[in-house]
Protein backbone atom coordinates (compact mmCIF):
# COMPACT_ATOMS: atom_id res chain seq x y z
CA UNK A 1 0.00 0.00 0.00
CA UNK A 2 1.46 3.41 -0.69
CA UNK A 3 1.72 6.32 1.56
CA UNK A 4 2.47 9.67 1.58
CA UNK A 5 3.92 11.24 5.12
CA UNK A 6 4.49 15.33 5.43
CA UNK A 7 6.85 16.80 7.94
CA UNK A 8 8.07 19.62 8.34
CA UNK A 9 5.33 22.12 9.01
CA UNK A 10 5.31 24.16 12.23
CA UNK A 11 5.15 28.13 13.55
CA UNK A 12 7.16 30.46 11.65
CA UNK A 13 7.55 34.30 12.10
CA UNK A 14 6.55 36.64 8.66
CA UNK A 15 9.78 36.15 6.39
CA UNK A 16 11.36 33.00 8.38
CA UNK A 17 11.77 29.87 6.25
CA UNK A 18 10.68 26.32 6.61
CA UNK A 19 11.41 22.71 4.65
CA UNK A 20 8.34 20.44 3.72
CA UNK A 21 9.11 16.76 3.65
CA UNK A 22 6.64 13.87 1.87
CA UNK A 23 8.16 10.22 2.26
CA UNK A 24 6.44 8.06 -0.15
CA UNK A 25 6.43 3.99 1.14
CA UNK A 26 5.47 1.12 -0.70
CA UNK A 27 5.42 2.21 -4.64
CA UNK A 28 7.74 3.06 -7.40
CA UNK A 29 8.34 7.07 -6.79
CA UNK A 30 10.67 8.30 -9.72
CA UNK A 31 8.19 6.91 -12.62
CA UNK A 32 5.75 9.83 -11.20
CA UNK A 33 5.13 13.92 -10.90
CA UNK A 34 4.22 15.07 -7.72
CA UNK A 35 3.02 18.09 -6.33
CA UNK A 36 2.83 20.32 -3.44
CA UNK A 37 -1.16 21.99 -2.41
CA UNK A 38 -2.47 23.98 0.31
CA UNK A 39 -6.02 24.90 1.77
CA UNK A 40 -7.35 27.46 4.09
CA UNK A 41 -10.43 26.36 6.01
CA UNK A 42 -13.45 27.21 4.06
CA UNK A 43 -11.77 27.66 0.32
CA UNK A 44 -10.40 25.42 -2.40
CA UNK A 45 -7.40 23.12 -2.49
CA UNK A 46 -4.89 25.01 -4.45
CA UNK A 47 -1.82 23.86 -6.64
CA UNK A 48 1.24 25.48 -5.24
CA UNK A 49 4.25 23.51 -6.82
CA UNK A 50 5.07 20.67 -8.99
CA UNK A 51 7.48 18.79 -10.33
CA UNK A 52 7.99 16.08 -13.23
CA UNK A 53 8.85 12.65 -12.59
CA UNK A 54 12.73 11.30 -13.12
CA UNK A 55 14.86 13.71 -12.72
CA UNK A 56 12.34 16.39 -11.61
CA UNK A 57 13.70 18.37 -14.51
CA UNK A 58 10.46 20.00 -14.96
CA UNK A 59 8.53 22.42 -12.05
CA UNK A 60 5.82 24.66 -12.03
CA UNK A 61 4.51 27.34 -9.39
CA UNK A 62 1.32 28.86 -8.70
CA UNK A 63 2.34 33.01 -8.88
CA UNK A 64 2.08 33.54 -5.52
CA UNK A 65 4.51 31.68 -4.15
CA UNK A 66 7.21 31.90 -7.62
CA UNK A 67 10.39 33.11 -6.32
CA UNK A 68 10.38 32.05 -2.80
CA UNK A 69 9.68 28.28 -2.88
CA UNK A 70 11.34 25.74 -4.38
CA UNK A 71 9.99 22.31 -5.13
CA UNK A 72 12.69 19.46 -5.32
CA UNK A 73 12.77 15.51 -5.06
CA UNK A 74 15.46 13.03 -4.15
CA UNK A 75 14.27 9.61 -6.19
CA UNK A 76 16.56 7.20 -3.75
CA UNK A 77 15.25 8.44 -0.92
CA UNK A 78 11.29 8.79 -2.43
CA UNK A 79 10.72 11.79 -0.79
CA UNK A 80 10.24 15.20 -2.35
CA UNK A 81 10.55 18.75 -0.88
CA UNK A 82 9.46 22.42 -0.93
CA UNK A 83 11.72 24.93 0.38
CA UNK A 84 9.36 27.46 1.56
CA UNK A 85 11.61 31.36 2.29
CA UNK A 86 10.21 34.80 2.77
CA UNK A 87 7.51 33.36 4.29
CA UNK A 88 3.67 35.08 4.57
CA UNK A 89 0.95 35.75 6.41
CA UNK A 90 -1.28 34.18 3.19
CA UNK A 91 1.18 31.28 3.30
CA UNK A 92 -0.87 29.86 6.02
CA UNK A 93 -2.68 26.24 5.39
CA UNK A 94 -2.26 22.90 5.52
CA UNK A 95 0.18 21.60 3.07
CA UNK A 96 -0.60 18.47 1.39
CA UNK A 97 1.83 16.38 -0.68
CA UNK A 98 0.21 14.42 -4.16
CA UNK A 99 1.16 11.74 -5.98
CA UNK A 100 -1.72 10.74 -8.71
CA UNK A 101 -4.64 10.33 -7.29
CA UNK A 102 -3.05 9.67 -3.83
CA UNK A 103 -2.59 12.57 -0.72
CA UNK A 104 -1.27 12.68 2.69
CA UNK A 105 -2.52 13.76 5.53
CA UNK A 106 -1.13 16.88 5.45
CA UNK A 107 1.12 19.42 7.34
CA UNK A 108 0.19 22.27 8.99
CA UNK A 109 2.27 25.79 8.26
CA UNK A 110 1.46 28.47 10.49
CA UNK A 111 2.93 32.23 8.95
CA UNK A 112 2.36 34.57 12.19
CA UNK A 113 4.26 37.37 14.50
Known amino acids: QVQLVESGGGLVQPGGSLRLSCKVS????????MGWYRQVPGKQREVVAT?????????NYADSVKGRFTISRDNAAKTVYLQMNNLKPDDTAVYYC?????WGKGTLVTVSS
Open 51 to 59: ISNGSGGNT
Open 98 to 102: NMRSL
Open 26 to 33: GGIFSIYA
